[in-house]
Structure formats: C-alpha cells, structure tokens
C-alpha cells in the first residue's frame, strides 16, 4: 500500500500538517532506543569529585582515547584482568576497564561460576560481590531480547561518558550495544555506570548501576574509538 502526501489548503492546513510530522517524529525517534537499566549495585558517591578533563587523573602509562576494546575481543575473565592490566592509572584507563567489564559480564548465558570467582577475587573491591549478584540471575536483557536468546554487548557505535573523577576513583557512563544471536542490534543499546577505584596499582570495580537512560547517555557520551 503507498500514500501521496498531497499539500492542504491554504495556510491552516500547512500548520496542522507540520504538527503532525513533528509528532510522528518524536514517536519514531522514541522507537529508535531500546531503554535498559539493567544493573541494580550500588554506585558509591565519589568524595572530593571534580569534573575532569579525560586522561588527565594520573600520569602512569601510555595513555589513549578509550578503544572499548582493552583486553581484546573476547569476553571471558582473561580478557578483563589483561584489560586491568594494561589499564593505566588515568580516566581514559579507568574508562577502558568499565567498558571491559560491562562486555564481560552483561550478557546471557552469563559468565562461567569459575570466571566469576576469579574476577571477584582479583578486579572486585570489597564493597560488592558480584559473585552474589549475578547468582541472583539478573535480567540483562530487560524485555528487550526473547527468552532462550543469547546475546552480548558490544562497544562497537558504543560512547563513554566521564561523570566524576579524582585521582584515585572514577565514575563513567558505558553505552553499548546489543548482539542478539550474533547480530549488532541496530535498535538496541544499554547505559551502565560504573565506579571504579585505584587501589594497589591497579583500578578495580567499585561499583555499578543503570544510572542514566540510553537516550541522554548516547546524545552526550563520546564515540568508542574501535569498538568489539
């Protein structure tokens, strides 16, 4: 079936055709994002936080506009704690962590139980248990993907968005995007916020929590410069 949009008569016509596009404009932009908040720890207020210009908090390591790829493409707990490593103690270097760890743990099925206790152990602060929180069986994929589908995030279009920093704690915003069966969702995206702490020379998880809707996270955030 097509439609001619025939122009109206005379200029009341054009006035109620104008309302009417931008209507349908904003419902199909609403269509567009797929909203999830899909992490329910707590997210530690930052003490003595300031706005802070990315990469400049600390100045050990070679520092680079986040890739959301750290660690590399693959989403086990080798890859995050190669990502910790490599991390350095700068906000890009806590931003690439927190994008590491959201491709590593916002996913279905969810993360092997030995994975789990190995990132618990070593990239964890004592402030959560991650451990307990992904044993509770949380629903990553809020409505958005069927049940008995598997899917992963991916930082490929994905943004970061630095919300507090000091030299020894980050928060940032992480925006992905949803594979569902192998397939990059063109439609649907997630926003997490993660805290982060330096401690012992490494940045470690100090916090997480679907803090900002996709739509003003996405707007905002700062493109991923590659992406996985």
């Given at each position: 079936m097509s439609a001619e949009l025939k122009p109206p008569r005379g200029r009341g016509g054009w006035i109620i055709l104008a309302v009417i596009l931008a209507v349908a404009a904003i419902v199909a932009a609403a269509v567009v994002y797929g909203s999830n908040s899909s992490?329910?720890?707590?997210?530690?207020?930052?003490?003595?936080?300031?706005?802070?210009?990315?990469?400049?908090?600390?100045?050990?390591?070679?520092?680079?506009?986040?890739?959301?790829?750290?660690?590399?493409?693959?989403r086990d707990a080798d890859m995050l704690l190669s990502a910790q490593r490599a991390a350095p103690h700068t906000t890009n270097g806590a931003t690439?962590?927190?994008a590491s760890f959201v491709r590593w743990m916002q996913r279905s099925p969810l993360p092997p139980a030995d994975g789990i206790n190995t990132v618990q152990s070593s990239l964890i602060t004592s402030r959560i248990d991650v451990a307990s929180y992904l044993a509770h069986g949380p629903d990553f994929a809020s409505g958005l993907v069927e049940d008995g589908?598997?899917?992963?995030?991916?930082?490929?279009?994905?943004?970061?968005?630095?919300?507090?920093?000091?030299?020894?704690?980050?928060?940032?915003?992480?925006?992905?995007?949803?594979?569902?069966?192998g397939a990059l969702s063109p439609r649907y995206v997630s926003s997490v916020t993660v805290a982060l702490a330096w401690d012992n020379g490494q940045w470690r998880i100090d916090g997480?929590?679907?803090?900002?809707?996709t739509e003003t996270l996405f707007a905002a955030g700062t493109k991923f410069t590659e992406g996985c």
């Open positions: 992490t329910d720890a707590t997210v530690p207020t930052q003490s003595q936080s300031t706005s802070a210009t990315p990469g400049e908090v600390g100045n050990a390591g070679a520092d680079v506009q986040p890739t959301g790829c750290l660690g590399g493409e693959a690439e962590l927190a589908q598997d899917f992963y995030m991916s930082t490929i279009g994905g943004v970061w968005l630095l919300d507090s920093a000091n030299p020894d704690a980050v928060t940032v915003s992480i925006g992905t995007a949803y594979v569902i069966d997480f929590k679907g803090t900002r809707t």
